[in-house]
């Protein structure tokens, strides 16, 4: 049975678990342990833990030993409650291999990724090298049985056709359901919720969101899936035929790192520029930064690399500015070279004009910090980073988008997991 989430139980604080396809952002930060795989002895079987919960993900299947089955199974509540996703489609003459820590099941038309990408998030996604002779797409979900799917509406009576045009406005004047909530479903265990003390700690028994799916072409072109349904154990997407019809072959990547989550809370500060950590999951050529802020006047970002110490170190990037006002995502173009699983510092300040205004989501785990920028130019930041003069629990609304070396993939899915 479909039920449908009430608006008040949308979406905790504590993310993420982020599965998609093509690659979203993701974060990691000092004082949690940085997700990478590790391989079983004698087997094409990867593991990681995932959150403060340290909660198990498997990449293949344990039951085979000499070739690999692009399937991932989360565990849940220390192994109790598990739930596996594999393809119910094929993918002919696939080669597996690890590069950095992704994961890369090719084959001649179609292949399949997985990557940890930091402490909370796990990615995977399908590779289409040339136009697919189908629009829709089926997963089997085992162990679903135990699971309800609570499909969610928008919050108000919007357009799927046009979510490209919704807006996500703080001061509570055009507050809509984010659109990859939409048309979505939360996912809750049928039995299990709450806390006996001694006892695991269930919380809601909320355990994540698969989100509506996102399909982006290599000239940047956008569209939502016409269709998302979880039913009797199988999820399925289609995609708008037209866009496959007209979009660009082979498709290639443009990845992002760090959190583009829209965030639900404020911050504020006219004398203070703010710097967040985050972890690609391969390398590659930067070529923007994006971050979410109000105010009038220009917003500046960059990029630093990490001083082995889990701060800021020296500059890497180029500062680039955007100028503009109200609550929108601003695009800033920089270029940085970066490397696969290794931090960085993405910074944003406001100049004299506005200062700083930016949302954020509070994590549990401090992975942002504050410091005094030099003001009175609107294109340099302090270098090497003078440190912070505050740390906080936050994940900013800031992210870096990148074209990894040699990389070519495909259209989002994104599936957010609540640890």
């Given at each position: 049975?479909?039920y449908?989430l009430?608006?008040?139980?949308m ?9 998609l ?6 974060v990691?930060?000092a ?5 990478t795989?590790?391989?079983?002895t ?6 990681c833990t ?5 909660d198990e993900v498997?990449?293949g299947d344990?039951s085979v ?9 989360f565990?849940?509540?220390n192994k109790?409650?598990?739930l596996t996703i594999?393809p119910?489609?094929d993918i002919?003459?696939?080669v597996t291999?690890l590069?950095?820590n992704?994961i890369?099941?090719k084959g001649?038309k179609?292949?399949?990724y997985a990557?940890?990408?930091?402490t909370?998030?796990?990615k995977?996604g399908?590779i ?5 002779t189908?629009?829709?797409?089926s997963f089997?979900?085992?162990?679903w049985e135990?699971?309800?799917f609570w499909?969610q509406k928008?919050l108000?009576?919007?357009?799927q056709?046009?979510?490209s045009s ?5 001061d509570?004047?055009?507050i809509?359901r984010l659109?990859s909530?939409?048309?979505s479903?939360a996912?809750?265990?049928?039995t299990?919720?709450?806390h ?6 269930y919380k809601?028994?909320l ?10 072409d290599a000239?940047?072109?956008l569209?939502?899936?016409?269709k ?9 997407i ?9 979009a ?6 443009n ?7 829209t965030g639900?809370?404020?911050a504020?500060d006219?004398?203070?520029a703010?710097s ?13 930064i994006t971050v979410y802020?109000g105010q ?5 970002a960059?990029?630093?690399n990490?001083n082995g110490?889990n701060a800021p ?5 180029d ?5 503009g006002g109200g ?7 920089i270029?940085?070279n970066i490397?696969g699983?290794?931090k ?5 300040d406001g100049?004299t004009e ?7 989501n509070?994590t549990?785990?401090s992975?942002s910090?504050s410091?005094?920028p030099t ?6 930041f302090?270098?090497p980073h003078p ?7 936050r994940d900013y609304?800031?992210y ?5 070396s040699g990389g070519a ?8 997991w609540?640890?």
């Amino acid at each position: 049975m479909v039920y449908e989430l009430k608006d008040g139980d949308m979406i905790s604080k504590k993310l993420f678990l982020t599965i998609l396809f093509c690659l979203i952002t993701s974060v990691c930060f000092a004082q949690t342990k940085i997700s990478t795989f590790t391989k079983d002895t004698g087997k094409q079987v990867y593991r990681c833990t995932l959150g403060e919960e340290n909660d198990e993900v498997v990449i293949g299947d344990t039951s085979v030993s000499s070739t690999f089955k692009p399937q991932i199974t989360f565990t849940k509540w220390n192994k109790e409650n598990s739930l596996t996703i594999k393809p119910l489609f094929d993918i002919p003459n696939a080669v597996t291999s690890l590069v950095g820590n992704k994961i890369e099941h090719k084959g001649d038309k179609i292949g399949w990724y997985a990557s940890p990408d930091g402490t909370e998030n796990m990615k995977f996604g399908i590779i289409l090298y040339e136009k697919p002779t189908t629009n829709t797409w089926s997963f089997q979900l085992e162990g679903w049985e135990e699971f309800d799917f609570w499909y969610q509406k928008p919050l108000a009576n919007l357009n799927q056709e046009d979510l490209s045009s919704w807006e996500f406005d703080p001061d509570g004047s055009k507050i809509n359901r984010l659109p990859s909530f939409s048309f979505s479903y939360a996912v809750y265990h049928k039995t299990k919720k709450n806390h006996v003390l001694g006892l695991t700690n269930y919380k809601t028994g909320l355990v994540g969101f698969f989100l509506l799916p996102k399909f982006i072409d290599a000239d940047g072109k956008l569209v939502w899936a016409e269709k998302l349904e979880i039913k009797d154990g199988i999820y399925t997407i289609v995609v708008p035929q037209k866009f496959l019809d007209e979009a660009k072959y082979p498709i290639k990547v443009n990845d992002t790192f760090g959190y583009s989550t829209t965030g639900g809370a404020t911050a504020h500060d006219t004398t203070l520029a703010i710097s967040y950590q985050a972890i690609p999951a391969s390398s590659g050529a930067v070529t923007k930064i994006t971050v979410y802020r109000g105010q009038s006047g220009n917003t500046l970002a960059a990029i630093y690399n990490d001083n082995g110490s889990n701060a800021p170190g020296t500059l890497l990037s180029d500062v680039g500015y955007a100028y503009g006002g109200g609550w929108v995502w601003f695009d800033i173009t920089i270029s940085a070279n970066i490397v696969g699983s290794t931090k960085y510092w993405l910074c944003m300040d406001g100049d004299t004009e506005g200062g700083l205004k930016a949302l954020y989501n509070d994590t549990g785990v401090s992975k942002s910090g504050s410091w005094n920028p030099t003001f009175g130019n609107t294109t340099s930041f302090i270098d090497p980073h003078p440190g912070f003069t505050a740390t906080y629990t936050r994940d900013y609304c800031i992210y870096a988008t990148y074209t990894p070396s040699g990389g070519a993939a495909a259209p989002k899915m994104q599936v957010i997991w609540i640890n």
